[in-house]
């Protein structure tokens, strides 16, 4: 069974910094791109960052680019982002991805 299972998310205050964790099994996590999108309320799924597979690769949105890290951990099956200098318009629900897969999300929610 593939699992995604994002973590990490919640209430902070603009400026603040959060580390979202997705946790996987079920396929090859080693050999698979992961990616972070993200959907606010109202609006359609954004793509967020991508990793590559041995993590020398990333990429970022523009609107995250330079306040993101994404990274991985392949002995862990686990994807990370972190997010700093927060803004409430990075308010949204964010998943990891590695299509045709998902997670149930993680809340971010950026309000004073």
């Known amino acids: 069974e593939v699992q995604l299972v994002e973590s990490g998310g919640g209430l902070v205050q603009p400026g603040g910094s959060l580390r979202l964790s997705c946790a996987v099994s079920g396929f090859s996590f080693g050999t698979s791109e992961m990616t972070w999108v993200r959907q606010a309320p109202g609006k359609d799924t954004e793509w967020v960052s991508t990793?590559?597979?041995?993590?020398?690769?990333?990429h970022y949105t523009d609107s995250v680019r330079g306040r993101c890290t994404i990274s991985r951990d392949n002995a862990k099956n686990t994807v990370y982002l972190q997010i700093d200098t927060l803004k409430p318009e990075d308010t949204a629900r964010y998943y990891c991805?590695?299509?045709?897969?998902w997670g149930q999300g993680t809340q971010v929610t950026v309000s004073s």
């Open positions: 991805n590695r299509s045709p897969y």
């Open positions: 990793i590559s597979i041995h993590g020398g690769s990333t």
